[in-house]
């Protein structure tokens, strides 16, 4: 059974003994706008897993959430601490908002964050740009997401928990100036091993960021280590593999392997919702007016997730087994992101080569065998397609989890579809019960899905039964991560005693 959000809070207090969370991230949980119609502020909540999943247990706890003001009117609704009460319907925490010029959002989010740190930590460094103007600006943000941060906490009474990879400098700066603050962060992509993180003309320093942390949590155990590696190859850490610790200049940071997941219980509510069924019939007679089977693929337009590799899998698909022609239709929604960068755009116009190609060589008057929807859709959407869908095809080149492999598993309430997850993404680490393949190997994946799609109807429930009682929530991951949170918070008191954390 897993646990609620507002068991989670007060779990967290009872661990935390009443001190203070403050979540740090690149993007914000609400963010103001213009309505078009009256001029008057709006609040939406920007899509994203994570961030609506941490914002009922903030709500539960009533702490401080720092992040980039993004919206157009964010500037707009804040006092002159640039702080907002949010949900603004029933305030119960606090959003700290750091301002980013137009050259921030270049140079540190678009430039070293998403062109270097990304690509290096997808195996992918003949993607990466180096400039010195992204990482002197990583560091410049770094040091304001930092500085406020440390407006935001009074003495030692918090704990702050980082998010992800565009913050790795942060925690030393706080660190240096409160070091009895208890600093956690989670790095939602792969660490990459030894031999490419090496590569990386800063890795010193990302590393010594990372390490003033108290704990340092990845998606997997694989990941850790690498970590763990790369911080006493290139950082000169004293580590100890077995008990996962790193130490530097008196300071240890505690590495752990923590698979999040999703909400489980809104997928699954969303899939069964009452209009649940009235979506499925007009989908169906949307993409495959002509009945038969049903593929969906849902994934950020990026080069990790292994896209064009699935396209060219259900080509030959239906070059190989014409029988599937007219039976089998696929559908992709492929939503835009950054697409300010090259490579990004690039990969969208070759999508479209793709499906364009593909729709030619086997399309008919009657039948269109893929459907590229470029467009964000609502959970309760998504929810329907994951739930009608014979096969859902995860390709990813590397994924540091894949959520959408947990969306699918959530959503099949009728447990008659497949999960055809690449061995590459995280999840696979943990859904036994999905047909693992190699997107690498386009013809033994497109035979992989025709023997996906022919299973038997007991199998395939078994297998997907399987998975759903296995499925951790986000909660759970959240739970595992205070825990271990809990009983490292201690060590950073004992060690502000000696005074002994490390400097700048
Ligand atoms: P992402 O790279 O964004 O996340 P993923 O885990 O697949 O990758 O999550 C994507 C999310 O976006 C899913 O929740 C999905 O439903 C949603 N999404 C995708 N396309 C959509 C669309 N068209 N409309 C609406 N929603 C859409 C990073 C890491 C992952 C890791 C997560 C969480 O790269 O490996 O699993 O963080 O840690």
Request: some cysteine.
């Amino acid at each position: 059974m897993s646990i609620s959000p507002e068991d989670l809070g007060s779990l967290f207090r009872t661990l935390l003994g009443g001190r203070r969370l403050v979540v740090v991230s690149n993007r914000e949980p609400y963010e103001h706008s213009w309505s078009d119609e009256v001029g008057e502020v709006e609040v939406e909540r920007p899509a994203g897993g994570l961030t609506s999943a941490l914002d009922p247990l903030m709500q539960a706890l009533g702490g401080t959430w720092v992040a980039w003001g993004s919206g157009e009117a964010d500037a707009e609704a804040v006092d002159a601490d640039h702080r907002v009460r949010v949900p603004p319907e029933d305030p119960g925490y606090t959003l700290r908002r750091v301002w980013l010029t137009h050259h921030d959002v270049h140079r540190y989010y678009l430039g070293f964050s998403n062109q270097f740190l990304w690509p290096i930590c997808h195996l992918r460094p003949d993607l990466t740009r180096v400039r010195s103007r992204y990482w002197e600006r990583y560091r410049r943000v770094n040091r304001r997401f930092a500085e406020a941060v440390l407006q935001e906490v009074s003495g030692s009474d918090a704990v702050v928990w980082f998010q992800d990879y565009h913050l790795a400098l942060a925690p030393l700066l706080v660190r240096a100036r409160r070091p009895g603050l208890t600093l956690a962060h989670f790095w939602h992509i792969p660490f990459p091993p030894y031999d490419v993180f090496r590569l990386a003309p800063q890795a010193g320093f990302l590393l010594r960021g990372m390490l003033a942390n108290d704990l340092m949590g990845f998606h997997l155990a694989g990941f850790a280590d690498n970590f763990l590696r790369c911080a006493a190859e290139l950082a000169g850490a004293a580590v100890d593999m077995e008990a996962r610790t790193a130490t530097l200049e008196g300071h240890t940071c505690h590495v752990g392997a923590f698979p999040i997941s999703i909400d489980v219980e809104q997928f699954r509510a969303a899939a069964t919702a009452p209009d649940a069924e009235a979506a499925m019939e007009r989908l169906w007679a949307r993409y495959a007016p002509g009945g038969g089977m049903l593929g969906v693929g849902v994934d950020r337009m990026d080069y990790s997730k292994g896209i064009p590799e699935k396209l060219k899998a259900l080509e030959l698909l239906w070059d190989r087994y014409p029988e599937l022609r007219g039976r089998f239709t696929f559908v992709q929604v492929a939503v835009p992101s950054r697409s300010d960068i090259a490579a990004y755009d690039e990969l969208s116009q070759k999508v479209d080569r793709q499906v364009w190609r593909i729709n030619e060589r086997f399309g008919t008057s009657e039948w269109r065998p893929v459907h590229l929807l470029k467009q964000s859709l609502p959970t309760e959407r998504l929810a329907v397609l994951y739930r009608m869908a014979n096969v859902c095809v995860v390709s990813s080149l590397q994924d540091g989890m894949n959520l959408v492999a947990k969306e699918f598993v959530a959503s099949q309430t009728d447990a008659r579809g497949v999960l055809v997850l690449s061995r590459f993404a995280g999840a696979a680490e943990e859904m036994e019960g999905a047909v693992l393949v190699n997107p690498f190997d386009p013809e033994t994946c497109a035979l992989q899905i025709r023997d996906a799609l022919l299973l038997p109807p007991d199998e395939r429930e078994r297998a997907m039964r399987g998975m759903q009682t296995g499925m951790a929530s986000i909660y759970d991951w959240m739970e595992s991560y205070f825990a271990a949170w809990s009983a490292h918070a201690g060590e950073a008191s004992a060690e502000e005693g000696k005074g002994d954390a490390p400097g700048a």
